[in-house]
């Protein structure tokens, strides 16, 4: 089965204490993203990965670390989570190589893991 | 920058009614669109697309149509089912040098009473 899996679902943690929350695909996406969700925010982009050892940005990265040693995996890393962290975590992956166009070439499906729900204490 | 307006809820109908779920957008390109749909407890899932202008996405009787000249992309569904209780995104996609960021709205929480 075509599958976004993030490890772990929930997690209760304290100010400080470093964590890593996993996120593995098994359909040879080459792209994958961190988006976190928070009330009345909808989700936002933390980081992303056109492929293996190419990860950016996205527009909320400040307390976030990533990876991206294999193509199947996105490992999101927070070394000092402080409360602000609290949030919704989901990974997503699509096959990638969007090109550009001048008509919406940007229509790649992307699939989205289960969610990470992380309280920080 | 890129943004999305999507109808606040909740949204509360009776079985069979019929739903609108606004949507808006505001993009320097040629976005594609997106519906995507959160069960309870659940990742995100498409529930339809539109990559350029006119063209209609549908899926499971929901329907959306890319009105560039409006920049919406409302969500329309006949028949509402119980089971079409869940919450709904609106969401655009303008790739910049390869990252396919999706922007998406607040959602809309849908409840279907039997």
């Known amino acids: 089965e075509a599958q976004v899996t993030q490890n772990p679902r929930y997690l209760i943690t304290v100010t400080g204490k470093k964590l890593t929350v996993t996120c593995s695909q098994n359909?040879?996406?080459?792209?994958m993203s961190w988006y976190r969700q928070d009330p009345g925010l909808g989700l936002r982009q933390i980081y992303y990965s056109m492929n293996v050892e190419v990860t950016d940005k996205g527009d909320v990265p400040e307390g976030y670390k990533v990876s991206r040693k294999e193509k199947r995996n996105f490992p999101l890393i927070l070394e000092s989570p402080s409360p602000n962290q609290t949030s919704l975590y989901f990974c997503?992956?699509?096959?990638?190589?969007?090109?550009?166009?001048?008509?919406?070439?940007?229509?790649?499906?992307?699939?989205f893991g289960p969610g990470t729900r992380l309280t920080v204490l | 920058g890129d943004s999305v307006t999507q109808m606040e809820g909740p949204v509360t109908l009776s079985e069979e009614a019929f739903l609108t779920i606004n949507c808006t957008y505001t993009a320097t390109g040629y976005p594609s669109l997106f519906w995507y749909v959160q069960y309870p407890g659940e990742g995100l899932q498409l529930l339809l697309k539109a990559t350029k202008a006119d063209d209609k996405g549908s899926n499971k009787g929901f329907e959306a149509t890319y009105r560039k000249e409006t920049t919406s992309f409302h969500l329309e569904k006949g028949s509402v089912q119980v089971s079409d209780s869940a919450v709904y995104f609106c969401a655009l996609s303008e790739s910049n040098f390869g990252n396919e960021k999706l922007t998406f709205g607040t959602g809309t929480r849908l409840t279907i009473i039997p």
């Open positions: 997503a992956s699509s096959r990638g190589r969007a090109l550009p166009g001048r008509q919406g070439s940007w229509g790649n499906e992307q699939f």
């Open positions: 359909m040879n996406h080459e792209y």
